[in-house]
């Protein structure tokens, strides 16, 4: 186990039912639900890696315009430069 993940690698723990209920949430207070199923499902891993930046007290680094809002949503820094 220890050659497949290294010392120095940060595992963060998995989104617990809570994370999926503030995803919700998140993406209902900022998106509109008439988009495709499959963007819904995008949106919603979008929020909860920002959930899981927010938990680890880390920035996120994307130019994408959803996690622009999700970011200002949550209270997450994001850098996109």
């Known amino acids: 186990m220890d050659r497949l993940v290294p010392n120095h690698t940060i ?3 998995p989104p617990t039912y ?6 919700a949430d998140v993406i209902r207070s900022c998106f509109s ?6 963007e819904l ?3 919603t891993h ?13 920035e ?8 622009k809002l999700i970011c200002q949503t949550i209270g997450v820094l994001l850098l996109d430069h």
Not at 18 to 23: K, T
Not at 33 to 38: E, G, H, S, T
Not at 60 to 67: P, T, Y
């Open 46 to 58: 979008d929020v909860l890696i920002a959930l899981t930046a927010r938990t680890l007290h880390a």
């Open 33 to 38: 639900l008439n988009r495709p199923k499959a």
């Open 11 to 13: 595992l963060a723990p």
């Open 60 to 67: 996120l680094w994307s130019r994408d315009k959803d996690f």
């Open 41 to 43: 499902a995008n949106l």
């Open 18 to 23: 809570q994370d999926w209920l503030n995803a």
